[in-house]
Every structure is written in C-alpha cells, then in structure tokens.
C-alpha cells in the first residue's frame, strides 16, 4: 500500500521524532550486541520488551504506590506507566481553568526517577468529564475542549511521549458516537482535538484510542477510514491505541493483520489497556497478542490496565500478576 503524504510538521517535531527514532535504533542495537544469548536474555517484561526498541508499561493508580509490593513490582517489571484516572478532565480541571496536576505530577516524578517513559491518558473523552463540562453547548464547549487539550498538554509537555488525544469516540456498529461533544460540535471535533493537542505538544505522538477494535470489525474499519482521511488530509495523528479488554477466549484471528493494515496507513499502533479474563487460555492468549505486537514493525508498546488483580477493575482476575 502507498502511504498517503505525510502531514507537515514542525522542525520541533521533526527532529524530536528523529531524536526518538535514533534512540530506539540504539536500544535495539545494544540489545543485539548484549543479549547473545539465553543465559543473558531479559528477565523482566520491560527489559525484554527493549531488546527490541519497545515498551511494556502498565497503568496506575497512584494511591497505591505507597505500597511496597505494588511499588516494587512495578518498578522492576515495567519500564512505562500511565495514569488511570489521574490525568483525565475531572481529575485535572475539576473547575473552569483550574487545572490540578498533582495526581499526575506524582507518577511522572516517580516514573522519572526510575527511568520508565510516560504515556497520556485521556485528553477528550465522553465519560469522566466534570460537572462543569456536561452542560455546556456549542461554541462554550469547543472553547473549553481547546483550553483543556492546550493547558494539560503543555503541562506535561517533554514529559509524556504519547497522548490519547481522543478516547472511545465510536460505537460497535461503527457509527459516531452521540456523546455532547458529538451533538455540539458536529463531525469535526475529532479532528479539532488533534490539531489542538499537536498545537499545545509538538513533539508528542498522538493517538487515537478505543476498545472493540480486535478484529478487523465495523467498528475498527470506521475507525481505520477515520486515520485513512486523516493521514490524507494532513491532520496530526501517530497512533493507533488498542484497548484489547478481552476474555481468555477471544477469537484473535485477525488481530495481528487488523494492526498490521493500521501501520499500514504511516502511524504506529500500541495495545494500550490489555488484560485477559481468568480461564484455560489466558497465558496463551496473552502471548497472541504481545507476538502480535511483535510481528508488526510499527506496533511500538503494550500496557498492560493495572498492575495486579487485587485492584483491577474486572473480576475476573485479568493482569498478570495476583493479589
């Protein structure tokens, strides 16, 4: 497939993207001359997922770092986290323009101080908004989507290497969904999001995020058409986040060439809230999606939701690790 003409950028963006991409080149290549062989191969998730220039994080809730097992865990498994709650509209902008980072502030120190990357969740979403957002119509409702993309962003800016600039913006059947941001702004808000969040964070790679898009389904094809034009058109999208909340059964047969056609278009693709349901096939089915990822060229990471099942938001013991 020929890619469409990429979009111009920024020389800030480009030579961050250059800087991003030679490191991960010198990730990739260290790991080739270091682990020659499986006496010396990685032994943690974040570790063996950098032999090959990627990321395997997790997300968090930061009231829990205060405890030790929780904390150590990881810290010595993950080498990239994001926030769960922390960094969406209610937590961050509870009032008009007043903006609270501290649960956010929190992790990103944290994080720093071991070395593990950052991503961003969620700048625009339908759910979790504050009271103040809901009621809000027209150009009111533009303005503060654009004042909260551009005062968040700039916060975290050098901080957060991707954002989820949008979040859950499709149905299953592959329509808009008819969230107030939908209803009030019509079928450019999307578009409006990205062009804002590219304006406040140059050198951020910013994705698209939704769940039920395993398969090549109406749901992921809406969205695939929706980066396709983008892409086209010159609009700033990276990425293509991956939710995967799936059972230890999922049919994932068309889950690596739903990725691949993604990458296909120019962006990178990520597996973004993965966690399994408890059964027979979960192992195995952990290990399809993250061979999946390996496969693709362009499939950069995986976050797994949570770091262990005593504070999942499933029951049915998903993560990796257990209470």
């Known amino acids: 497939m020929t890619e469409p003409r990429p979009r111009p950028r920024s020389v800030r963006r480009r030579l961050a993207l250059a800087t991003a991409a030679v490191a991960a080149a010198g990730i990739a290549a260290a790991s080739a001359l270091i682990f020659t062989s499986p006496a010396q191969a990685a032994t943690t998730l974040g570790a063996s997922a950098a032999e090959s220039g990627r990321y395997f994080g997790a997300a968090v809730?930061?009231?829990?770092?205060s405890e030790s097992a929780y904390a150590n865990t990881l810290g010595t498994e993950f080498n990239s986290v994001v926030a769960e709650n922390a960094m969406k509209w209610d937590a961050t902008e509870p009032n008009p323009g007043q903006f609270n980072f501290s649960g956010g502030d929190q992790l990103v120190n944290w994080a720093q101080a071991r070395g593990m990357k950052v991503r961003g969740h969620t700048l625009?979403?339908?759910?979790?908004?504050?009271?103040w957002v809901q009621g809000l119509t027209g150009q009111n409702l533009r303005n503060a989507m654009n004042n909260h993309i551009a005062g968040v962003a700039n916060h975290y800016e050098g901080k957060v290497f991707a954002w989820d600039v949008v979040n859950e913006a499709f149905e299953w059947d592959g329509s808009r969904r008819q969230s107030n941001l939908q209803q009030q702004l019509g079928n450019g808000w999307i578009e409006e999001a990205f062009r804002a969040a590219d304006a406040a964070d140059p050198a951020a790679r910013l994705c698209y995020n939704d769940y039920g898009t395993d398969a090549i389904n109406a749901k992921s094809t809406a969205i695939y058409n929706m980066v396709r034009d983008f892409k086209s058109r010159g609009v700033p999208i990276d990425c293509v986040g991956f939710q995967t909340h799936i059972a230890h059964n999922e049919n994932l047969s068309s889950y690596q060439a739903n990725l691949q056609r993604f990458a296909d278009l120019g962006v990178d693709v990520e597996i973004t809230e993965?966690?399994?349901g408890q059964g027979s096939g979960q192992a195995n089915t952990y290990g399809t999606v993250t061979n999946a990822c390996m496969a693709v060229a362009?499939?950069?990471?995986?976050?797994?939701?949570?770091v262990t099942d005593k504070y999942s938001w499933r029951t049915d013991n998903p993560l990796l690790f257990d209470g």
């Open 61 to 65: 809730s930061t009231q829990y770092l």
């Open 124 to 131: 625009v979403w339908h759910a979790q908004q504050p009271g």
């Open 274 to 276: 993965l966690d399994v």
């Open 298 to 306: 362009r499939c950069t990471g995986i976050t797994v939701w949570g």
